[in-house]
């Protein structure tokens, strides 16, 4: 064969495809979500970057992570910290260029690590071309036929098309100045005013998106987190919610194709591209329809993130996400927070531990010590369980949440939209504290200032600090992802509750994977006995005289010798069994 013929002088060298050996990577995979502006800083000038995190990938490979979700990574005014997209093909100059971003995916890959990242349908930024083509491009235009332009109510056009509220308070309709200086047609957004919303009733729309998708793939990356995938499709006829019986902007019949049409791309590449949505969808049956084996892999569990502390609620949250998962085939994930939420540390050391949108408020009385000894039993309960896990950056050093940033200093738009009552998601984005005594701890030059400020306090939960303790948190997470990948019982896979070892009731929740391993949960206060004759692989707190420690979790290696039910609520020591 003539070998010009096969290196053809006019195509780019091709990209490197993350592996083909295993195809079903996704259904157990560790996935650490990388915030790109606060992971690391590699050119000094504050803000996180592509150079920064290159930098750490070897950080990233010794933690055990199978693949990295990038938050966007876009170039963006940041109104809503990037998922305000300007372009979708190219990389903010603050965090770097297209050609990093391609050299970041090949060097990841190297180690193992597949990328992943966030695309943004529903929205785009208002200074995308798109939008000022059509503000531009006045009332009736094509161009304004790809968003939600429309005329107001009322006899002026004065009055707003319909009252839906915003995920982030407030109005979701603002009205538009027409070229002349005369009051015009309202657009929709369901985010902020920046963030007008697409039209996916437009054929460009979707084109383009799966172009986008395309783009990407092409570079290597191995899947794509769907933002906001349950609000791309709205009811034309603009009904006021509860006018109809089903929603006007939320989980409509119509978005199954748009994600069919996406998994026929994504399973036109090797290696098998995943798409993993963001659905906030409280029926978990409609929920798990998207997973359905055309439509995407996975979505992450908001249920579970949600729930409160115990073992009540998260035996029935783990129960219902199962039972709704296998008869779609698909995996579960499990994930304790992300950069929208209230980091685990702090929201389990209160005293309403659940999490909900809009109930965030300054000044809530929070018990730092009994919380991080939670997140870490959290950690451990949710690596044993069947599926893939996320794990937000800075979880893994058991960050807490940062309550008292400077005011002037917030950026989060939910901040302001809720007239400054609602801190704000900024509290979980503070950059890393990666080595050192003082800020800015190695995120980025000393001397920089960080783009948020650290806690002075944070010189004891760098990384550096914790890779030199064998009881840190960080150290969990190694021990904890070096076993899950060890041990074949763990990641995907079936789940058996361990009822002898849990007596009904209490705050004991027990479940075993495969034939030797089980994973004990205490959510109580008081020491819990754990069964007899069983090996201790690893816990998040110290035992205690043997037991398992209040609001600890132990994973065990049992056999046929392992007595499941506990010994009784005694600190004597058990009768000698023979
Ligand atoms: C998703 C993102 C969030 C963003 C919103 C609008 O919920 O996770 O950060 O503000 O979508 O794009």
Redesign the pocket.
């Known amino acids: 064969m003539d070998s010009d013929v096969l290196t053809r002088a006019d195509q780019a060298p091709a990209a490197p495809a993350p592996s083909t050996a295993d195809p079903l990577w996704w259904r157990s995979a560790v996935i650490y979500q990388v915030y790109v502006r606060s992971f690391a800083d590699g050119n000094g000038d504050g803000t996180g970057d592509l150079a920064g995190v290159r930098a750490r990938l070897g950080y990233l490979k010794d933690l055990g992570v199978d693949a990295i979700w990038f938050n966007p990574w876009y170039p963006s005014p940041l109104a809503?910290?990037g998922?305000d997209v300007q372009d979708y093909r190219d990389i903010d100059p603050r965090f770097g260029t297209l050609a990093e971003a391609e050299a970041l995916i090949a060097e990841a890959l190297e180690l193992g690590i597949r990328t992943i990242i966030d695309v943004?349908p529903?929205?785009i930024s208002d200074q995308h071309p798109w939008f000022q083509e059509a503000l531009a491009a006045g009332p009736g235009s094509p161009a304004r036929e790809r968003f939600w332009f429309h005329p107001g109510k009322g006899e002026n056009g004065d009055e707003i098309p319909t009252h839906w509220v915003s995920s982030f308070q407030g109005e979701t309709w603002t009205r538009t100045t027409n070229p002349d200086g005369t009051p015009g047609e309202w657009y929709l957004h369901m985010?902020t005013p920046e963030?007008p919303d697409l039209n996916w009733n437009h054929p460009d729309v979707r084109r383009e998106h799966e172009d986008i998708l395309r783009f990407w793939f092409d570079r290597g990356v191995a899947g794509v987190r769907i933002?906001?995938a349950a609000l791309l499709i709205k009811d034309a006829d603009l009904p006021e919610v509860g006018e109809k019986p089903d929603h006007p902007t939320e989980d409509r019949d119509e978005l199954h194709d748009v994600y069919r049409s996406w998994r026929a791309i994504a399973d036109s590449y090797p290696g098998t591209r995943v798409l993993v949505g963001?659905i906030w969808v409280p029926d978990i049956d409609r929920f798990t329809a998207y997973l359905r084996p055309d439509e995407m892999h996975t979505a992450f569990n908001f249920d579970f993130l949600a729930r409160p502390w115990g073992a009540a609620s998260f035996r029935e949250s783990i129960s219902a996400t199962l039972a709704a998962h296998a008869p779609v085939g698909a995996p579960s994930t499990w994930v304790l927070s992300?950069?929208?939420v209230t980091r685990p540390v702090t929201r389990y050391g209160r005293e309403d531990t659940a999490f909900a949108f809009l109930r965030k408020r300054f000044g809530v009385p929070t018990d730092p010590q009994l919380g991080l000894h939670r997140a870490r039993a959290a950690a451990l309960l949710v690596a044993a369980l069947p599926g893939s896990l996320y794990i937000y950056q800075g979880d893994e050093l058991g960050l807490p949440e940062v309550e008292d940033l400077p005011l002037d200093l917030i950026e989060d738009p939910m901040h302001f939209r809720s007239g400054g009552t609602d801190p704000g998601r900024d509290g979980c984005r503070v950059p890393l504290p990666w080595a050192g005594s003082s800020a800015p701890f190695g995120f980025g030059r000393d001397g920089s200032a960080p783009w948020l400020p650290q806690p002075a306090g944070w010189s004891g939960l760098t990384v550096e600090a914790q890779a030199a303790d064998p009881d840190s948190t960080l150290s969990l997470y190694r021990e904890a992802l070096r076993l899950r990948r060890a041990l074949p019982a763990l990641g995907d896979g079936p789940l058996e509750w361990w009822d002898d070892a849990a007596p009904a009731a209490s705050d004991v929740l027990a479940f075993r994977r495969g034939d030797d391993f089980a994973c004990v949960v205490n959510t109580g206060d008081d020491p819990a006995a754990l069964p007899a004759g069983a090996d201790l692989l690893l816990s998040s707190s110290p035992l205690e005289h043997g037991a398992l420690a209040g609001n600890a979790t132990a994973w065990l290696r049992i056999g046929a010798a392992t007595d499941p039910h506990p010994t009784a609520h005694t600190t004597e020591a058990p009768a000698p069994r023979g």
């Open positions: 809503d910290g998922y943004v529903n929205h985010f963030q933002d906001s963001e992300n950069h929208d």
